[in-house]
C-alpha cells in the first residue's frame, strides 16, 4: 500500500524539553491512522509539524514521496482538511459562510451562489438540514458547531483530512454519532484521515491503523484490531485506564 505521509526521524524540542524524539511513521493512503497517548506526549506536535505550522528541529516529512518544502505552499494546504477540537468556527459568518470558507479563498474562489450549494450538500451529508445554513455559531449546540466543523472539512474534497479530539466535550451519544460520520465520510471520499484523540471509544470506531506516543518515541502501532492483544504494558494501561502502571500519572 501507497504511504500519503512519511516522517523520518522527526525531533522537536522546546528549550530542554524534548517533545518529539526521533519519530518514524508511515500513514498509508487511504487509510484512517489514529494517534493515541497521553498529555503531553507529543500528539498535537505531530499534527502541527505535518501542516506546517511548527519547524521540526530535525527530520523529514514527505508528501507521497516528495519533501514537504520542496512543495508550493499553496498547492501543499489544498490537499488537506482539519476538524479542529472547539469546532473553531468563525463567530461573525453565517453557517454557510463557515463551511464555504476556503471554498471561497485562494484558488478555488468560487461565486457565492456556487460556494452556498456545496456548502448546503455538506451540511446535509453530516445530517444537518438546509434551514441552518443562515444562522450563527452561536445558535447552535456544541453537537451541531462540531457537524457544522466537518462540514467545512470535507467541503473542498481534501485528500487527507486531520481530527483534532474530534469528541471532545461531547455527550456519549453525540460522541458516536460524530465518531460515525467520521468513519462513514473518510470511506466515502476515499480519504487519508490522521485523528488525534484520547478517546478510545472513537479509536475503535475510526481507526484502521493505532500509532502510541509515549516520551517522544512510537511506542507501539499496528492495526486496531490488534489493540487488546498487543502485549505492550503501556498501551493495556492506557486503554483500561489505570492509574498504576508504566505510564506514570501525575499527582
Do not use: Y
Not at 121 to 133: F, I, Q, T
Amino acid at each position: 500500500m501507497t504511504d500519503k505521509i512519511t516522517l523520518k526521524d522527526l525531533h522537536k524540542s522546546f528549550g530542554s524539553k524534548i517533545i518529539l524524539d526521533g519519530i518514524n511513521l508511515a500513514i498509508p493512503k487511504g487509510q484512517s491512522t489514529v494517534i493515541i497517548g497521553g498529555s503531553g506526549t507529543g500528539k498535537s506536535v505531530l499534527l502541527k509539524s505535518i501542516l506546517g505550522l511548527i519547524d521540526p528541529d530535525q527530520g523529514q516529512i514527505l508528501i507521497d514521496g516528495v519533501d514537504k518544502n520542496k512543495l508550493d505552499r499553496a498547492d501543499f494546504l489544498a490537499q488537506f482538511g482539519m476538524l479542529f477540537q472547539g469546532a473553531a468556527l468563525f463567530d461573525s459568518l453565517s453557517i454557510w459562510e463557515n463551511v464555504a470558507f476556503r471554498l471561497r479563498q485562494g484558488k478555488t474562489k468560487l461565486s457565492k451562489s456556487d460556494a452556498r450549494d456545496i456548502a448546503i450538500e455538506k451540511l446535509k451529508r453530516v445530517g444537518l438540514r438546509s434551514e441552518v445554513a443562515d444562522l450563527f455559531p452561536a445558535e447552535l449546540s456544541g453537537g451541531m458547531q462540531k457537524r457544522v466543523g466537518l462540514a467545512r472539512a470535507i467541503a473542498a474534497e481534501p485528500e487527507v483530512i486531520f481530527f483534532d479530539e474530534p469528541t471532545t466535550g461531547l455527550d456519549p451519544i453525540m460522541s458516536g454519532v460524530i465518531n460515525e460520520l467520521i468513519r462513514e465520510i473518510v470511506v466515502e471520499l476515499g480519504a487519508t484521515a490522521v485523528t488525534i484523540t484520547h478517546d478510545m471509544s472513537s479509536v475503535r470506531v475510526i481507526a484502521d491503523k493505532v500509532v502510541m506516543l509515549h516520551n517522544g518515541h512510537i511506542q507501539w502501532a499496528g492495526k486496531v484490531e490488534d489493540i487488546d492483544n498487543s502485549g505492550d504494558a503501556h498501551l493495556d494501561q492506557f486503554i483500561r485506564g489505570d492509574a498504576n502502571g508504566p505510564i506514570e500519572s501525575v499527582r
